[in-house]
């Protein structure tokens, strides 16, 4: 697997940085989107971050356009978009892709890593998903796994920076199933 920590990203305000500087910390990664019917997971993420940023976790997000187009703004107007809304103090990076020919290496190396998603209602949304593309978006449907669902996929990565589990959109951050991984890779 690729090193995370080594791939070369650019913060929502525009400076490059990586994922380095959260060395020996946890992550949740999540692709994230303003204007989906998950967008309100923006407010549970924020109290994810604020209960366990003290024991080491980084909430990461990475806003994506791709799914249904929901997340057509610039880096300012998204970051002045989870400021207003939702508070977000997690740090938040620059727009990628999280799907397609244009994969961002980070989402890459996630896929890799961690290729199944945890979540017992995936296909069950899924199918509500594909339902919704296929009268909005002429007939797409979703990706294949092992790709990305939807926003709000998540990726947990412990301090030694092993992803070790990842969540299926509709699973929300302040679900039981999230908090336990969260705690158990913040005591690895």
């Known amino acids: 697997m690729a090193d995370i920590y080594n791939i070369p990203l650019k913060r929502i305000t525009g400076e490059p940085t990586t994922l380095g500087e959260y060395r020996n910390k946890a992550l949740l990664v999540v692709n994230v989107a303003s204007q989906c019917g998950l967008t309100p997971q923006y407010k549970a993420l924020e109290a994810l971050y604020s209960q366990f940023k003290g024991d080491g976790l980084v909430v990461c997000g990475f806003p994506a356009n791709d799914f249904g ?103 929300t951050p302040d679900d039981p199933a999230v908090v336990a991984a969260v705690e158990l890779a913040l005591k690895s």
């Open 69 to 171: 187009a929901q997340e057509p703004g610039t880096d300012d107007e998204i970051r002045a978009f989870c400021t207003t809304n939702f508070s977000v103090d997690f740090p938040m990076f620059s727009k990628i892709a999280v799907t397609g020919a244009a994969t961002h290496p980070l989402y890459q190396a996630l896929i890799a890593a961690r290729p199944q998603a945890t979540g017992d209602t995936r296909e069950g949304f899924r199918q509500k998903l594909n339902g919704f593309l296929a009268t909005k978006h002429n007939g797409a449907t979703t990706n294949p796994e092992p790709g990305v669902l939807w926003n709000f996929e998540k990726f947990l990565v412990d301090r030694k920076g092993n992803v070790v589990d990842r969540f299926s959109p509709e699973v």
